[in-house]
């Protein structure tokens, strides 16, 4: 079965510094797809930076960064130049492919980003 | 830019009532999907939708619910008897298929109360 594991429950950054949000999965399947999304205060779900395990980069979107080691199963989310609107919650997200039906989120990291 | 919809955002209802939560995916996608979040919980899967059929339920998706897409344009979940712990924050998705592994579109979601 597969598994999404977020350790951090909340983190705090200072505006304009980097921050790392940690993602861990597991699946023996060698076909997967790893997102992460996030979630402001209003509710909706936004998608952020995309990852399929035969990448041999890893992806960039903006100042979002996924820093992928797949020895270690472990997909983190990095942002770079943190902005106050960056306070939210950010999902990881897993589906096995290539032709997944469902994603698998972990629980979830706040973050605070503070002036 | 093309963006899934639904309505409506909030919905309050009795225990015992049915309630429809009706979404518009993005107009060239094919696969279709319902999501629900307990309030302060992960995103879970209910169920996946593809060529006019169920592809995948989960565990939550018991006989109270269904989906139904009536016509080109709308995918419904409707539950027929409302229970208290029915009460979250229901997204509808749709995914073009091909392309990025499993990648899928978040609407802004509707809040079900159940009193």
């Known amino acids: 079965a597969q598994k999404i594991t977020q350790t951090q429950p909340g983190m705090f950054v200072q505006e304009k510094e980097a921050v790392t949000l940690d993602c861990t999965y597991d699946t023996s399947d060698p076909s997967y797809g790893l997102f992460w999304y996030k979630q402001p205060s209003s509710g909706e779900m936004i998608f952020l930076i995309y990852?399929?395990?035969?990448?041999?980069q890893n992806a960039t979107e903006g100042r979002y960064s996924l820093n992928f080691q797949k020895a270690r199963k472990s997909a983190n989310l990095v942002i770079s130049a943190s902005q106050l609107g960056d306070s939210a919650m950010y999902f990881c997200?897993?589906?096995?492919?290539?032709?997944?039906?469902?994603?698998?989120f972990g629980a979830g990291t706040i973050l605070r980003v503070k002036s | 830019e093309p963006e899934v919809t639904q309505t409506p955002s909030h919905q309050v209802t009795q225990m015992g009532q049915e309630v429809i939560l009706r979404c518009v995916p993005i107009?060239?996608?094919?696969?279709f999907y319902w999501y629900r979040q307990i309030l302060g919980q992960k995103v879970e899967f209910l169920v996946s939708f593809y060529n006019n059929e169920i592809s995948e339920k989960s565990e939550i998706f018991d006989d109270q619910f269904s989906v139904e897409r009536p016509d080109g344009s709308n995918f419904t979940l409707k539950i027929r008897s409302t229970k208290l712990e029915d009460s979250a924050m229901y997204f509808c998705?749709?995914?073009?298929?091909?392309?990025?592994?499993?990648?899928?579109?978040f609407g802004p979601g509707t809040r079900l109360t159940v009193l």
């Open positions: 990852q399929g395990s035969y990448d041999q």
């Open positions: 998705a749709s995914s073009p298929g091909g392309g990025r592994v499993g990648e899928q579109f």
């Open positions: 107009s060239n996608h094919l696969y």
């Open positions: 997200a897993m589906i096995l492919g290539p032709y997944g039906n469902k994603l698998v």
